[in-house]
């Protein structure tokens, strides 16, 4: 686990003025868009996301678009777990489903996410799936910025697990000397100054 920790840390951390889709500017974001094309990495992201999820019940899982959408086809593909998409938007064609995938209504859906800042995507999602028939109470994420996603998520009944927390990465990229230390105290000022639920 440290191994990958080190390896995203390195791949994915950037530094600089970023917008989130919370809105606020953050001095740091993990593009972890970039695991589609590291298959080991992405592969070992599904494993940890999977062995993370231990002990959740589900039937199926769902990842919410779009950087987490290839890591839970690679879970669901490995695992042999039956996988629902979640559309971002209706088509005017077809079906117009906004939740494709065979399920019935009431079966377990886990949420898989790749980062939660305020947690708001996941709850986008769980919404949508809800509106499908599925109950989708519990997920795992890869990175939590710890900005509060996660006391939000309880707030609304959800629970989540996640792999990793940006203190952890923040100090991995210290420790290998790819961040000074005014960066790294910068960056979890930053985070603490920004907490978006507690």
């Not at 609304?156 to 203190?167: A, L, P």
């Amino acid at each position: 686990k440290q191994w990958y920790q080190r390896r995203v840390a390195i791949t994915a951390g950037k530094f600089g003025e970023f917008k989130l889709k919370s809105g606020i500017m953050s001095p740091v974001y993990f593009d972890l868009r970039a695991l589609v094309s590291l298959p080991k990495l992405m592969r070992d992201a599904a494993t940890l996301l999977y062995e993370a999820s231990s002990g959740m019940t589900y039937t199926c899982i769902c990842g919410v678009p779009y950087t987490a959408l290839p890591i839970a086809t690679v879970i669901s593909v490995d695992k042999d777990i039956p996988m629902v998409i979640r559309r971002k938007e209706m088509k005017d064609y077809g079906t117009k489903k906004m939740v494709e995938g065979i399920f019935e209504k009431g079966d377990r859906c886990l949420i898989i996410e790749d980062v939660i800042t305020s947690g708001g995507s996941i709850l986008e999602t769980v919404k949508v799936l809800g509106h499908a028939g599925l109950v989708a109470d519990e997920g795992v994420v890869l990175l939590d910025r710890e900005q509060g996603g996660r006391i939000n998520l309880k707030n609304n009944n959800f629970t989540v697990k996640s792999v990793f927390n940006i203190s952890q990465i923040l100090h991995i990229l210290k420790s290998q000397n790819l961040v000074d230390e005014k960066v790294e105290a910068d960056t979890l000022k930053f985070i603490s100054e920004n907490i978006l639920f507690k």
